[in-house]
């Protein structure tokens, strides 16, 4: 069995300024976790994924995250917010036999304001 | 290279209705997958095809649901009859390899039944 909490449903944060978004998840087994991004009136894109390597890894647009296991977390930063990084970021798990059915967490809406 | 297409974005249909959803996955994925996002709670798997088979429909609510794959390019997921809970976004993706969870996704079908 697999779950992820993303623990804030919004954050806002000013240009320039640095974003976090955080993700706790459970996994019965060594779990790949990925960060999706979706845009308005787009698809779901994927901005990075850690599958047991490195434990921090770097995504597009400048997004990072650290797989930290002792704290079941992964969380994602960017040291600094662009406007078009509004969006909303949905922490993911996968894992086992089945890791093509993932487990998506709640959502986390990112308001950027001028 | 043209990603996961998916029509219509918008469908309002009354409750007994019936509703088809299509998505063209990217040319060459063998495997195909439908989630769900209903209002107000997690995006969740339903199936995965790999070319015109059913691998896994674990994920499917009940058999109002019929997902179709035929000649293993485009997929169809037909909703009949139509109730008010299955107001949603559904959402396709693709993906070459089984494994990795590395999936491809439409814009997603906003689906509201009234």
């Known amino acids: 069995a697999q779950s992820v909490t993303q623990l804030d449903s919004h954050v806002s944060v000013s240009e320039g300024t640095p974003v976090l978004l955080r993700c706790n998840y459970s996994?019965?087994?060594?779990?790949?976790l990925f960060w999706y991004v979706q845009h308005p009136n787009k698809g779901l894109q994927l901005l990075l994924k850690?599958?047991?390597?490195?434990?921090l890894v770097k995504g597009i647009n400048g997004f990072e995250a650290e797989f930290k296991k002792s704290e079941t977390s992964f969380h994602l930063t960017k040291p600094s917010a662009h406007m078009s990084d509004a969006a909303e970021y949905f922490c993911?798990?996968?894992?086992?036999?089945?890791?093509?059915?993932?487990?998506f967490g709640a959502g986390t809406t990112v308001t950027v304001r001028a | 290279e043209a990603g996961v297409t998916q029509f219509p974005s918008h469908s309002v249909i009354e409750k007994g209705q019936t509703v088809t959803l299509r998505c063209d996955p990217i040319?060459?994925?063998?495997?195909l997958y439908w989630y769900r996002r209903v209002m107000g709670k997690e995006i969740k798997f339903l199936l995965h095809?790999?070319?015109?088979?059913?691998?896994?429909e674990s994920g499917m609510p009940n058999n109002r649901f019929l997902a179709e794959r035929t000649g293993g390019t485009y997929s169809t997921l037909k909703v009949q009859p139509a109730e008010l809970e299955d107001s949603g976004v559904y959402f396709c993706?693709?993906?070459?390899?089984?494994?990795?969870?590395?999936?491809?996704f439409g814009p997603g079908t906003r689906l509201t039944v009234t």
């Open positions: 993706a693709s993906s070459q390899e089984r494994r990795g969870g590395f999936l491809y």
């Open positions: 996994s019965s087994y060594s779990p790949s």
């Open positions: 850690y599958t047991s390597a490195a434990t």
């Open positions: 993911v798990v996968s894992g086992g036999f089945n890791d093509y059915k993932l487990s």
């Open positions: 040319s060459g994925h063998d495997n």
């Open positions: 095809f790999v070319k015109e088979s059913k691998q896994d």
